[in-house]
Every structure is written in C-alpha cells, then in structure tokens.
C-alpha cells in the first residue's frame, strides 16, 4: 500500500529543562497527593462468571463513566451516571459474545458511547463498534470493520471521537496470520516474537458504519513491527498516536526489542512518513512483555503526556516524557516508578487542567501481589507528592489482571480508576473501580 503524504516532518528533540518554563496560562488549582481522598473499591464486574481483566473507561458529562473490559463471556460493560461513585449492574456488548478481546471506549460530543473490541470470526481478525445514543443504557448498532482480505493477523485497537462525528480507530494489522509468532506468559497475557505486524488507522464520518481505508503509520509494510497504538484526537482536529515498533527481519520475520514512536496528523489523514522513537537511549521494550507498553494523553491546553515503560538490566523502569508544541519537542523523560525489579509496570496518564496530569500504573514490584498507584504532575513543579495506592488489596501475581487499566478525569480534578485483580482467595480477576480526589 502507498505510503500516506505527510504534511510535515516531525523532529522529536530534547528539551531539557521544561519543567521550569513559565506557565503560558492562568494559574489554576494544583492538587496534591498528600492527603488524597479514596472512595472504597467496588467489584463492577460483580455478576460476570470467570475472569475480567483489561478494563478501559472514558467519562462524559454531566457524570457519566464507562468501563469495557473481557470478561461476561465476551466484552463486559458498565456505566456510572454520578462520576463513578456508583456503577449499574454489568452486561455483555452486543457483538461480542464468544471470542472478543481488547476493548477499547470513547465517547463524541453529541454524548454517543462507542464500544470497540477485537474479534475473530473465519478466517479474520478484525475490530467491532457497538454503538449507544442512550448514555450506555443499550446498544442498539454493531459495526464490523472487516479486513481487505481473509487470513490476516490482527490486534489490539483503540478508538478516539473527533469534530462532526468523525471516528479515528487505530489496530494491529498483518496480512497473515500465519506468520505470526506468539511469546505467552504465565499469569499474563501473549506478546510477538515474530510476523507481519503493523500498526494501522482507519476514519470514519458516519459512527463507524462504514471506514476508509487502513493507512500504516510506520515505514517497511509489511514488516513494520509496530503493535499498539493509543491515540488522542485534539479540538482543532489533530491526531496524536504514541505506538510500539520493533525491528522486524526480512527473511524470518523476527522481531528484536523496540521502542515508542510518536505520529501526528493535522487532519487524521495525512501522516509524517518518518516517525522517531521517543528516548531510545533510555531503554527497549522487550519481546516478553505482555502488557500494554505505552499511554499518551493530553491536558485542557492541549500539552501531550507521554508514558511507556522498559525493560533491562537494571529492571523494568516506568516514564514520563511531555510536550508543550504538539509533539515537535519533548522533555526529557522522568522516572515514574520507584521501585528497582523486573515486574511489569502498567505506565498510563490522564491529562487534567492546563499543565497538570495524572500518572497512574499497576506493578507486582513494590508488594506481594498487583497493586495500582496514581500520582499527580505539574509542567510547572514536577510531582505533587507521593504516590497513593489506590487498590486497596493486592491482586494475585499467578492471575491474570488484564494489559491495561482505566483512568478518566472528571470534573473538579478527581479521577476515576477501574483495574482488574485477582484479590483474597479469588482464582479470577473481577473489575474493581474508585475515585481519587487528590
């Protein structure tokens, strides 16, 4: 396939020093992590037999949260109508019962929830987008995104709302599925050794009943490595992408450890036919980890939160790296998670008012088991205070919790947190949801 016309050049630089550049808005109130108040954790997935994991949440207004994730024999949903202090009984997607995974929320300006998730059906791997006009009451349309051709590999998506209607939908896509070489973790989930992977967006105007084309947004189709793409979609239309890509050889389609790519489109459409990694000289993303390895995010003025996480000889290490010029510049990157191990750290971020962000991952490193931590960040002063534990137990390290977690802002600074874990004597994971007011 041609390779999108880029509209410019992205040159992805240092800026050291960031933090101390004086605010270009008004001042607001910055929140601090000490004394952050933390409504008890409730099982949202209560009711779904077997294990629930991978949970994703978006909220809208005036109160309204929504939470997707496997589990309810296919894609598991639910909704709070009072900013997650509650949660209505959960139900299963339309759609998606049977073999589904990786869900994906968004909600446009008009208030319509969008579930997406991964099918696979014949011989196709492909996404799906259950729509609801009620504020998740039911979902009444279910549209499939099928793949030019039968026999392809196909993977995680994430789904973004846009100005007018307009859907952005990003996924792993590979011509064959039988190229594909799976690494699967004990207690986790499975990650690529080798095989046609790419990362792929596609645009829709009509709710997602009908998509344009697949654009890649990395060079070497069909060998261009890259797998997981969050996306963030700006007011004024641009697309931001942060995605994973790995070194793929031609002849066997081996992949070799990785790093993060930043992508932007003024329009969604046309993309920068050279995107670079973000830090390389911090680390790799290794073959072996499971879990979803990069976040991005933006604040009320438009500032780009970058995290992902490494892997290496001196452990498995969180960061954070921000932007002030839509992803041209970024700072240097700032260790997230203290702790010094090699367990998973789940690294993801919520923008908040103008120049602060959430931070929040989900590691096995600093306790007996799964725990989730959020702490809050100032472009201005850096971190706020200490991290809290969010989750109040700790989840079961031989169980599953999911790739990612939830996390959305709501009015007034809180944040609402939904994560799978495995707590107490459970053998499944269930979804667990709480507030935090920093």
């Given amino acids: 396939m041609a390779a999108a016309v880029a509209l410019s050049v992205l040159t992805l630089a240092a800026v050291p020093g960031c933090t101390a550049a004086p605010a270009s808005h008004p ?60 949660f209505g009984a959960p139900m299963t997607v339309p759609g998606s019962r049977g073999f589904s995974w990786d869900p994906a929320i968004a909600v446009a300006a008009d208030g319509t929830v969008y579930a997406a998730f991964m099918r696979s059906a014949g011989r196709s791997s492909y996404p799906v987008i259950a729509l609801s006009h009620d504020h998740g009451a039911t979902f009444t349309q279910v549209h499939e995104d099928l793949p030019p051709e039968p026999g392809n590999w196909g993977d995680r998506d994430f789904i973004a709302a846009g100005r007018g209607g307009q859907l952005f939908l990003t996924w792993d896509y590979g011509p064959s599925a039988g190229a594909v070489r799976t690494l699967c973790a004990r207690g986790g989930s499975c990650s690529y050794a080798a095989g046609d992977l790419n990362v792929v967006i596609q645009a829709s105007g009509d709710g997602g009943a009908t998509w344009g084309p697949i654009v890649h947004l990395e060079p070497g189709f069909p060998l261009g490595g890259g797998y997981s793409a969050p996306l963030v979609v700006a007011p004024d239309g641009r697309v931001d992408v942060l995605y994973d890509a790995h070194p793929t050889d031609p002849g066997s389609d081996a992949i070799h450890p990785g790093h993060e790519y930043f992508t932007s489109s003024a329009d969604g459409t046309h993309w920068a036919p050279d995107p670079r990694p973000l830090w390389p000289g911090q680390g790799t993303l290794s073959l072996p980890a499971w879990w979803i390895d990069g976040d991005i995010s933006a604040d009320a003025a438009g500032n780009l939160y970058a995290t992902w996480d490494t892997q290496g000889i001196n452990g498995d290490i969180g960061w954070l790296t921000w932007s002030r010029d839509g992803g041209r510049t970024w700072s240097a990157p ?67 919790p999911g790739d990612t977690f939830g996390m959305a802002r709501l009015p007034g600074g809180s944040i609402s947190m939904t994560w799978g874990s495995a707590v107490g004597t459970s053998k499944t994971s269930a979804i667990y949801a709480a507030v935090v007011t920093p």
């Fill in 27 to 86: 001042a607001v109130r910055v929140p601090s992590a000490t004394g952050s108040r933390i409504t008890p954790a409730t099982d949202i997935s209560a009711g779904c037999a077997g294990n629930s994991s991978e949970v994703e949440e978006a909220f809208a207004p005036p109160g309204y949260v929504y939470a997707d994730w496997i589990g309810c024999g296919g894609i598991g949903f639910a909704r709070s109508a009072d900013s997650g202090r509650q």
């Fill in 334 to 400: 700032l260790r997230v998670t203290p702790d010094r191990d090699q367990a998973p750290h789940i690294v993801e971020s919520a923008g908040g008012q103008p120049g602060l962000a959430y931070v929040a991952w989900q590691t096995s490193g600093t306790g007996p088991g799964y725990a989730t931590y959020l702490r809050p960040f100032s472009l201005q002063r850096g971190w706020l205070g200490p991290a809290v534990k969010v989750s109040a137990d700790y989840g079961n390290i031989r169980i599953w």
